[in-house]
């Protein structure tokens, strides 16, 4: 990918409350760096006298101290706005990156739940496809947002949940992304402690060193290395679904197996939540898209990419499941490999292992800018570069320490760790989608996503009441299997519908209070800050003195 360089002194919007339309109060600096997120620093500063910003010179040098200490490749855009001249993704790449995200044995896990609760591989197979279908809508819509606002996609939460009040839901995202990759890190070193008898200590520290880099060199290098991934993985699990359809790959009459409500509706919100749960930073890696790309063509690419290698490898996991009684996904491509040719199945293994750490990488990535965006919520702060690898070590040790507490059977942790992801999400995205798609329908005041206490406010009451009533609504519909069963979901035998519930009763709530905002009120601050924007690749150099106010 090449990048649009755009170098330039930093521009300054100074914008007052007044000017927003509401109680005066302090002055407010945006500051804008249109340098490349390659070469220049993030642009964000507020709450900061203008007589604090850094001056031509200080910018000048901090990018030659990077270029000399080998950074210059490393991204140094996080939780600030993206300008249009710095936008060079393209459509044609979300379909791959996203079909490769679910392209590993993570994945194939989530073809054994229904199959270890008896559940037969039709109806595994019919009820993935289900899940997978419903759980990617909500992302691939999501994935929308980020080509028309520049922004990762917690920072547009500000709009729904506050400056400060969007920490309540980045507590939740901070669970998926940790323990996603705490999962990660158990069942790959668990697997390949169990073929190769390599050291899962040694195994869990290589893999969280290697996603870190990738994370810390950030948006370009992670499509990167997911393409070449994708590239590099197609093959190998196109001919090992060849082999499963000319009975080449080994496996026994398949275990028998039949229908109940409750193992086929677990099986449908396994799947659901597991493309639900990347909703919170799809638009992470949508947000250097060009702004005038069709909103339906984002959607369709990340629709089709994201639930087609899910449903590949759920359905792939369950007859793994069903035929070769497998309870560890790597282990079990492993022997199938092997089964069509000696050698194959460590290649396998060390594909989607491949697939796996370029996938930690993202979580990663994301979950850093749930750290900074939380941070900032409180604490005004520059986004550099050093600001993301710090979190992203102290992160990486997190998530490091915890995997080494996890038990070696991970699938019902792997299970559990998913429903309640899936929980603590669902309310959130309900809120965000209607919110952008039904009330506010994608107009906002980006540069207001800044201020403390603007139009958006700190804590926008709404939309938390909306999320917090969803969330308690799913309390007795919870599945929780060895933890937790709710009386309502007793009464159901087990099947677990709180997922839905959430979503209907969070989405119906904020429909219902957001009746009450004045949308008319925001037009003005709508039309300046697009007018602020249109500015950033036009005055490359504009005097500090020279700074554009609001209003």
């Given at each position: 990918m090449t990048r649009k360089m755009t170098m330039g002194r930093p521009l300054a919007f100074h914008m007052t409350q007044r000017s927003l339309g509401t109680a005066a109060r302090p002055e407010t600096s945006i500051r804008v760096d249109p340098s490349s997120p390659n070469t220049g620093d993030p642009f964000l500063f507020h709450d900061a006298p203008t007589a604090e910003t850094l001056s031509m010179t200080t910018a000048s040098a901090e990018r030659?101290?990077?270029?000399?200490?080998?950074?210059?490749?490393?991204?140094?855009?996080?939780?600030?706005?993206?300008?249009e001249s710095e936008r060079h993704g393209r459509v044609a790449d979300q379909g791959p990156f996203w079909f490769l995200g679910n392209f590993q044995f993570f994945t194939i896990a989530i073809g054994f739940v229904g199959p270890s609760m008896g559940l037969s591989l039709g109806y595994t197979a019919l009820a993935a496809v289900i899940g997978i279908l419903f759980g990617t809508?909500?992302?691939?819509?999501?994935?929308?947002?980020?080509?028309?606002?520049?922004?990762?996609?917690?920072?547009?939460?500000?709009?729904?949940?506050?400056?400060?009040?969007?920490?309540l839901v980045l507590l939740g995202t901070l669970v998926t992304f940790l323990g996603f990759n705490v999962v990660d890190v158990v069942l790959v070193s668990g697997g390949l402690h169990g073929i190769f008898g390599w050291n899962a200590t040694v195994v869990g520290l290589v893999l969280t060193v290697t996603a870190t880099l990738l994370a810390i060199y950030g948006h370009d290098w992670l499509h990167r290395i997911f393409k070449l991934c994708f590239i590099a993985c197609l093959p190998l699990y196109t001919i090992l679904t060849i082999a499963i359809l000319t009975g080449h790959a080994g496996g026994t009459t398949p275990t028998l197996g039949g229908f109940s409500w409750v193992a086929f509706v677990g099986q449908i919100a396994a799947s659901a939540s597991y493309n639900i749960t990347y909703a919170p930073y799809v638009s992470d890696y949508s947000r250097y898209l060009p702004r005038n790309t069709r909103p339906a063509s984002i959607i369709m690419a990340v629709m089709f990419g994201a639930s087609s290698s899910a449903i590949w490898l759920i359905i792939l996991g369950a007859w793994l499941a069903t035929r070769m009684g497998a309870s560890d996904g790597l282990v079990a491509l492993h022997d199938a490999g092997n089964a069509i040719l000696p050698g194959f199945g460590a290649l396998m293994a060390l594909g989607s292992i491949s697939a796996m750490i370029a996938t930690m990488g993202l979580n990663a990535y994301s979950c850093m800018l749930t750290v900074l965006t939380g941070v900032d919520a409180f604490f005004p702060l520059r986004p550099t570069r050093s600001a993301r690898i710090v979190t992203l070590v102290i992160l990486a040790v997190a998530w490091t320490w915890i995997s080494l507490l996890c038990p070696d059977n991970a699938i019902d942790l792997l299970f559990a760790t998913l429903t309640i992801m899936l929980y603590?999400?669902?309310?959130?995205?309900?809120?965000?989608?209607?919110?952008?798609?039904?009330?506010?329908?994608?107009?906002?005041?980006?540069?207001?996503?800044?201020?403390?206490?603007?139009?958006?406010?700190?804590?926008?009451?709404?939309?938390?009441?909306?999320?917090?009533?969803?969330?308690?609504?799913t309390v007795p519909f919870f599945v929780l299997p060895g933890l937790y069963t709710g009386p309502i979901a007793k009464a159901l035998g087990g099947v677990d519908i709180g997922w839905l519930v959430g979503l209907i009763v969070a989405g119906a709530a904020y429909a219902l209070m957001s009746r009450s905002i004045d949308l008319q009120a925001?037009?003005?601050?709508?039309?300046?800050?697009?007018?602020?924007?249109?500015?950033?690749?036009?005055?490359?150099?504009?005097?500090?003195?020279?700074?554009?106010?609001?209003?």
């Amino acid at each position: 990918m090449t990048r649009k360089m755009t170098m330039g002194r930093p521009l300054a919007f100074h914008m007052t409350q007044r000017s927003l339309g509401t109680a005066a109060r302090p002055e407010t600096s945006i500051r804008v760096d249109p340098s490349s997120p390659n070469t220049g620093d993030p642009f964000l500063f507020h709450d900061a006298p203008t007589a604090e910003t850094l001056s031509m010179t200080t910018a000048s040098a901090e990018r030659d101290r990077s270029a000399s200490l080998g950074l210059s490749s490393i991204e140094a855009r996080s939780i600030d706005y993206v300008p249009e001249s710095e936008r060079h993704g393209r459509v044609a790449d979300q379909g791959p990156f996203w079909f490769l995200g679910n392209f590993q044995f993570f994945t194939i896990a989530i073809g054994f739940v229904g199959p270890s609760m008896g559940l037969s591989l039709g109806y595994t197979a019919l009820a993935a496809v289900i899940g997978i279908l419903f759980g990617t809508l909500f992302m691939a819509f999501h994935a929308s947002q980020g080509a028309e606002l520049g922004l990762p996609q917690m920072i547009q939460s500000r709009a729904q949940f506050g400056y400060r009040g969007v920490t309540l839901v980045l507590l939740g995202t901070l669970v998926t992304f940790l323990g996603f990759n705490v999962v990660d890190v158990v069942l790959v070193s668990g697997g390949l402690h169990g073929i190769f008898g390599w050291n899962a200590t040694v195994v869990g520290l290589v893999l969280t060193v290697t996603a870190t880099l990738l994370a810390i060199y950030g948006h370009d290098w992670l499509h990167r290395i997911f393409k070449l991934c994708f590239i590099a993985c197609l093959p190998l699990y196109t001919i090992l679904t060849i082999a499963i359809l000319t009975g080449h790959a080994g496996g026994t009459t398949p275990t028998l197996g039949g229908f109940s409500w409750v193992a086929f509706v677990g099986q449908i919100a396994a799947s659901a939540s597991y493309n639900i749960t990347y909703a919170p930073y799809v638009s992470d890696y949508s947000r250097y898209l060009p702004r005038n790309t069709r909103p339906a063509s984002i959607i369709m690419a990340v629709m089709f990419g994201a639930s087609s290698s899910a449903i590949w490898l759920i359905i792939l996991g369950a007859w793994l499941a069903t035929r070769m009684g497998a309870s560890d996904g790597l282990v079990a491509l492993h022997d199938a490999g092997n089964a069509i040719l000696p050698g194959f199945g460590a290649l396998m293994a060390l594909g989607s292992i491949s697939a796996m750490i370029a996938t930690m990488g993202l979580n990663a990535y994301s979950c850093m800018l749930t750290v900074l965006t939380g941070v900032d919520a409180f604490f005004p702060l520059r986004p550099t570069r050093s600001a993301r690898i710090v979190t992203l070590v102290i992160l990486a040790v997190a998530w490091t320490w915890i995997s080494l507490l996890c038990p070696d059977n991970a699938i019902d942790l792997l299970f559990a760790t998913l429903t309640i992801m899936l929980y603590l999400l669902v309310p959130w995205t309900a809120v965000n989608l209607v919110d952008y798609f039904l009330v506010r329908r994608g107009h906002y005041a980006i540069t207001n996503l800044f201020i403390p206490g603007g139009i958006y406010g700190n804590w926008e009451w709404r939309g938390i009441a909306a999320y917090v009533l969803g969330f308690l609504a799913t309390v007795p519909f919870f599945v929780l299997p060895g933890l937790y069963t709710g009386p309502i979901a007793k009464a159901l035998g087990g099947v677990d519908i709180g997922w839905l519930v959430g979503l209907i009763v969070a989405g119906a709530a904020y429909a219902l209070m957001s009746r009450s905002i004045d949308l008319q009120a925001e037009k003005a601050a709508i039309v300046q800050s697009e007018a602020d924007l249109r500015t950033l690749p036009l005055h490359e150099a504009l005097p500090e003195e020279m700074a554009l106010p609001v209003g």
